[in-house]
């Protein structure tokens, strides 16, 4: 048995450092916006669980009024499976003899899986992994998948036109993959500062989405979800005629990026990394026990929730906080929160949420899929 033992009506000041703490009120508050603005516009909303890989807030989601959930990742998908979530879209292509054997092991217990592919070849592997499976053992309907097309992001997906349409052909003979829609997303457009840039760059990508989904419903596909959007585009997407579905995942949260592109009206930063001063360095300048391990860079550096202070990283475990003349002084033992400024692999650091209102715990939630990176 440990010594640290956190619990529910404990203050977050007796919290150790780091801990990954959200406001509850924050929180609810920025799901209840989405909702309130995404809802009556008739979509289903899927949001991306990659953001917050925890089963409990998958579900808080679906109370709110989503339609299931997208992992990006197969191993996040068996362990939301493992946790009762199983009505999933796997945003990310499956490929590789490993993959698809997890995924044929995952689909006999998860028939409710949908998945996305972006070539003939790709969609002729799982096809072969089902069907071989099927022959054993029996009683495998096909899975229902959706073809990944590429909006202008150029990671995934496949060119709409002539090759989006070959490979529909081509999935339409495989007898255990059943096409039911396609996934267009435009990650690339997501933190396009200002609001009217990023609807304009938005309506184009969704120009070319919906056009393919006519087109392919023209050669006779039955493609009955049309999934796309994030945070910075949803409430654009969702006014586009044909999108049916939207996959926003960082509201919950945000972060300094997406404040940054979208402003901070919107969402509120409702999760933050409680961390300790643990040394002082000059009458100016003191250092954190977050760093690397607890924060990450990719998308320019956290900021301390109180902006009188400068962070700056100072490796894996530390980074400094400073502050101009006249600012009230840090000294060793303060506390501080620290804003993330990408919040999906921020979370990936951490183990477990501390929820809080008016800083006294009222839950922990487990980050369920952290670390699953297959
Ligand atoms: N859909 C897909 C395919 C994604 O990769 C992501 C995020 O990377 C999202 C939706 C959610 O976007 P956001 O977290 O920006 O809301
Ligand atoms: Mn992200």
Not at 54 to 74: E, F, M, R, T
Not at 137 to 162: K, W, Y
Not at 239 to 266: C, H, K, W
Not at 294 to 313: M, N, P, V
């Amino acid at each position: 048995m440990t010594s640290y033992a956190p619990k529910v009506g404990d203050p977050i000041s007796s919290l150790d450092t780091p801990s990954m703490i959200v406001d509850i009120r924050l929180m609810n508050a920025n799901i209840q916006k989405l909702f309130a603005t995404l809802l009556p516009t008739g979509r289903n909303i899927r949001p991306h669980l990659k953001t917050t890989k925890s089963a409990i807030l998958a579900q808080k989601l679906v109370d709110a009024g989503a339609k299931g959930g997208c992992v990006a990742k197969l191993s996040e998908a068996e362990i939301m499976t493992a946790r009762g979530f199983p009505d999933l879209l796997v945003t990310c292509e499956i490929v590789g003899a490993a993959k698809l054997k997890r995924l044929v092991a995952l689909y006999r217990k998860n028939r409710k899986l949908r998945i996305v592919v972006d070539s003939i070849k790709g969609a002729s592997a799982i096809n072969d992994a089902l069907a071989e499976d099927d022959e054993k053992n029996g009683l495998l309907e096909p899975l229902n998948v959706l073809i990944d097309l590429d909006v202008g992001l150029r990671r995934t997906g496949i060119d709409a036109g002539q090759p989006a349409s070959q490979l529909a052909a081509h999935i339409a003979t495989l007898s255990k993959l059943k096409l039911i829609g396609v996934q267009g997303y435009e990650g690339h457009l997501q933190h396009v500062h200002g609001d009217e840039e990023r609807k304009a760059q938005c309506l184009a990508s969704m120009a070319i989405l919906t056009s393919t989904a006519d087109a392919l419903r023209g050669e006779g596909h039955d493609i009955q979800v049309v999934t796309t959007g994030g945070t910075g585009t949803a409430e654009f997407c969702a006014t586009v005629p044909g999108v049916t579905e939207l996959q926003p995942g960082s509201f919950i949260f945000m972060d300094t990026d997406y404040r940054n592109a979208i402003g901070a009206e919107r969402y509120g930063q409702s999760l933050t990394i409680l961390a300790t001063v643990v040394s002082k360095q000059t009458p100016s300048q003191v250092t954190i026990d977050t760093g690397l391990k607890s924060l990450t860079t990719d998308s320019g550096l956290a900021e301390c929730k109180d902006q009188r202070y400068t962070y700056g990283c100072l490796g894996d475990e530390h980074g400094s906080l400073r502050w101009e003349e006249g600012t009230p002084p840090l000294d060793v033992g303060d506390r501080v929160e620290m804003v993330p400024s990408h919040i999906d692999p921020t979370i990936n650091l951490h183990d477990v949420y501390y929820a809080h209102e008016g800083g006294v715990i009222q839950d922990m939630w487990p980050v369920d899929t952290r670390g699953k990176v297959q």
